[in-house]
């Protein structure tokens, strides 16, 4: 009552091909894990020098800042002493012209 279709070789060739099978799908994964770590290595050598880059501006901008803040600083103590001297030397200016005309 021994069945032939079912030999011994041919249960040991289907248990072959599942491990070979298995393998390939794990080499492939392994494949695209790699890809993605090359991928993720590009990304990350971008991300340094762009942050390597944004420091220098930052430090730029840092300057800059104190150049207008120190533009602000002298264009009020010049509009500042304007219009004191405008109030004060104005009143003057205008009595004094109003005597030369007499």
């Known amino acids: 009552m021994s069945n032939p279709t079912r030999t011994p070789g041919a249960s040991h060739t289907r248990l072959s091909t ?3 099978s298995a393998s390939a799908s794990k ?3 392994l494949s695209h894990l790699h890809a993605q770590l090359a991928q993720l290595t590009a ?4 991300l340094e020098n762009l942050l390597r880059m944004t420091a220098v501006q930052a430090e730029g901008m840092r300057g800059l800042g104190g150049y207008a ?3 602000f ?3 009020s103590k010049v509009l500042g002493e304007e219009t ?3 109030a004060n030397g104005g009143g003057a200016q205008s009595a004094g012209g109003k005597q030369g005309e007499k």
Do not use: K
């Not at 990304?43 to 971008?46: A, V, Y």
């Open 27 to 29: 080499s492939r994964q």
């Open 73 to 75: 600083m002298a264009a």
């Open 18 to 20: 599942v491990p070979t």
């Open 69 to 71: 803040g120190g533009m």
């Open 43 to 46: 990304h990350m050598s971008d």
């Open 84 to 86: 004191a001297s405008g």
